[in-house]
């Protein structure tokens, strides 16, 4: 098996989500010959962006050996806001500051969790789960609770923008839109961040384990923190990609998400007692649920179903490599 | 469980501070508005309202106490509710004599306690056989059991049960509310097999350093099972409350009641990380929350505005139990990290 694959290959939880992806599409294919096409693949991608950058966010979590839920209020509550203050004073902002603006709340709400959890040494499930109704009620109460249709002029500007759009030859409609970048970026930036930086080692090195990361020298305090606020920036991104493109702001919307999106990361190999964790498997694992939640009818079952299948599809996900690893284990003793 | 601490006497355990909590925000609430939160009708209501939740809530302490977390508990409930729902609307109907439907009622709630029973034990091989982290056992599992709920009814509540059904979440026994009663009994059990059982100390055992208990021949299999089974069980229970009391039956009821069950066990000072948990401070836990919420319903505060003070109480709690005044139990939260 050495040589042309890497080391580990056939028994990767990335080849075996790029196996099932590469089954569903197949049997997709048999039964609406349509699905094979430009659109389909438009429409997925479409559909990758706001879970995907959430996805990217969820997985540094899960390397550093933490779990946040409140990822998606952080999201909403970012995006929300912006949308309110924009509106009330300065309608005609341009939409890289309305962006930056979120990005930066995002940011703000992802430094209460790092202190909660950084400082205070909380597990990060409960301070999470906490903050997660903290940030919503906050929002609902507080900011607004109503869904708001008529965005800034730039924010419904920015959802028109495409990279590429087109008709195919039978007539059917596709594009992607510039918001599509914004996945691309972040993950560059993650790969970068994770791959080529100290900070990234000590992100894995933190998940590995805290106590040997801390007397190797790393700043345990400083690299939680720097994890939740880069977290949340990425959430206020998400947030008002998703409020841009659904071309309403909904502070109802988002919330109750996050479990799946953790479910993606987690299809892609990242486990939760942290210190695995790869932005291809990650990826793949986003491309698999997206798919199922957007196709299942396709392949003939009908979407009443839905849950069922993505519940199946974690268990056996993460079941399958959990179970050989024991095998392996039982082996080598 | 405090006579082996020697640092600790009872006052300075969470389980004082709870109570202490429940009686203020209570005297707090009767203070503010005494007509209508003293009234009889209000605590009644209250009576009726609190166990769904609570015994989801005991569910959850059990498997807290491993060191686990179930997040199917409200997928089991309603899996369960489902289908006791469709037995009783396909083979009774709302006129059938009651006696006869007394007997369908029996055979209705085995088959929900025998689902709740099935589906922990699936959550307990999970986690206990292929060795799958709790928290993604039970998410799948959850989103499975809340599947099929979905597919058996096709997204839509199931009603039309006949009126014995009722008795369950709204009549009395011996002036307490039957879902009260329901609550006292099961958190009675719990506190004995958790307190009084070679069982209940082994998951505490196991809760407290898994690899000890191995190494002290526990059978942790075994063990895992059972619990993950007890909680399941529990969650039918809960399941059989929502569904007299809704007089309905449907795959997304109760669905804040996972955020709050978690809450209320961490609230009522178990220890997410395992090994340490009373169910007397869940109780306290389950009280304080439902004093505060019927009080600020009273005042008029809205519902955004109490999951902010649920929030924000955990938090609190979290931060006051681990930081400030229980240094003792810091050691061991690091340690699990």
């Known amino acids: 098996m050495n040589g ?50 959430l996805a990217v966010a969820a997985m540094l979590v899960l390397i550093s050996g933490g779990i946040d839920v409140s990822f998606t209020a952080v999201a909403v509550s970012a995006m929300y806001m912006t949308t309110t203050f924009t509106l009330a004073y300065w309608p005609e902002m341009p939409w890289p500051l309305i962006f930056l603006l979120s990005i930066c709340l995002g940011g703000l709400l992802g430094a209460i969790n ?48 495409m990279v590429a759009r087109g008709t195919t030859e039978g007539g059917s409609f596709y594009a992607l839109p510039l918001a599509f970048v914004a996945l691309v970026f972040v993950i560059l930036l993650t790969w970068f961040l994770l791959n080529h930086t100290m900070l990234g080692r000590s992100i894995y090195a933190l998940g590995g384990s805290v106590e040997s990361a801390r007397r190797i020298g790393i700043n345990v305090l400083r690299i939680q923190f720097f994890i939740y606020v880069y977290v949340g920036m990425l959430a206020g991104l998400a947030g008002i990609i998703h409020g841009s493109m659904s ?77 050989q690893a024991k095998k392996a284990a039982a082996e080598a003793a | 469980m405090t006579s082996n601490r020697k640092t600790s006497t009872w006052r300075q355990a969470p389980e004082f501070r709870l109570a202490i909590i429940a009686v203020v925000v209570f005297a707090f609430m009767g203070m503010l508005s005494p007509e209508r939160f003293l009234s009889e009708q209000n605590l009644t209501s209250m009576a009726f309202q609190f166990p769904e939740f609570a015994i989801l809530a005991l569910a959850i302490t059990l498997v807290m106490m491993t060191g686990g977390i179930d997040l199917s508990v409200v997928g089991i409930a309603n899996l369960s509710a489902v289908v006791a729902a469709l037995i009783l609307t396909e083979f009774v109907g709302p006129d059938l004599p009651t006696q006869a439907s007394l007997l369908w009622l029996g055979f209705a709630l085995g088959a929900s306690l025998l689902i709740g029973a099935v589906t922990g034990l699936l959550n307990g091989a999970l986690v206990a056989f292929l060795g799958l982290p709790p928290i993604l056992a039970t998410l799948g599992a959850g989103l499975v059991f809340t599947g099929l709920a979905i597919a058996l009814t096709g997204g839509s509540a199931v009603m039309g049960f006949p009126e014995v059904v ?143 003070i649920w929030g924000a109480l955990l938090l609190f709690v979290m931060t006051t139990n681990t930081t400030f005044l229980n240094k003792f139990r810091l050691p061991l939260a690091l340690h699990k990290k």
């Open chain 1, 4 to 53: 042309f694959f890497p080391a580990g290959f056939f028994t990767r939880n990335e080849t075996l989500v790029a196996l099932v992806i590469l089954g569903f599409s197949c049997i997709a294919t048999v039964s609406d010959p349509n699905f094979l096409s430009i659109t389909t693949v438009s429409d997925i991608l479409r559909a990758s962006i706001v879970l995907g950058i």
């Open chain 1, 247 to 323: 071309r309403m702001a909904d502070p109802f919307s988002l919330v109750g998400q996050e479990l799946s999106v953790i479910a993606a990361v987690v299809l892609g190999g990242a486990r939760l007692v942290g210190g695995y964790g790869t932005l291809t498997g990650t990826l793949l694992g986003v491309a698999l649920i997206v798919l199922v939640q957007n196709s299942l009818i396709v392949v003939g079952i009908p979407s009443t179903w839905q849950s069922v299948a993505i519940g199946l599809l974690i268990l056996i996900g993460t079941g399958v490599p959990a179970w």
């Open chain 1, 114 to 161: 790092g202190i909660f959890i950084a400082w205070l040494k909380l597990p990060t499930l409960i301070v999470t789960l906490g903050t997660l109704s903290v940030f919503r009620g906050f929002l609902l109460t507080f900011v607004g609770s109503q869904r708001i249709s008529a965005l800034p002029p730039d924010m419904r500007g920015f959802s028109r923008l």
């Open chain 2, 166 to 308: 009722a008795v369950i979440g709204n009549t009395q026994v011996l002036g307490l509310p039957t879902p009260l009663l329901i609550f006292i009994l099961l958190a009675m059990a719990l506190h004995l097999l958790m307190t009084r059982t070679a069982f209940g100390i082994r998951i505490s055992m196991f809760g407290t350093n898994p690899l000890a208990a191995l190494y002290a021949a526990v059978d942790v299999k075994d063990m895992l099972l059972k619990v993950y089974m007890l909680s399941g069980l529990f969650a039918s229970v809960a399941g059989m409350v929502i569904m007299s009391r809704a007089n309905s039956a449907k795959a997304d009821y109760g669905s804040s009641y996972l955020l709050l069950s978690v809450l209320i066990a961490v609230l009522g000072g178990v220890n997410p990380y395992g090994g340490y948990g009373r169910v007397i401070g869940v109780v306290f836990a389950v009280l304080s929350m439902q004093f505060l919420s019927s009080g600020l319903n009273m005042l008029q505060v809205s519902n955004f505005a109490r999951e902010l």
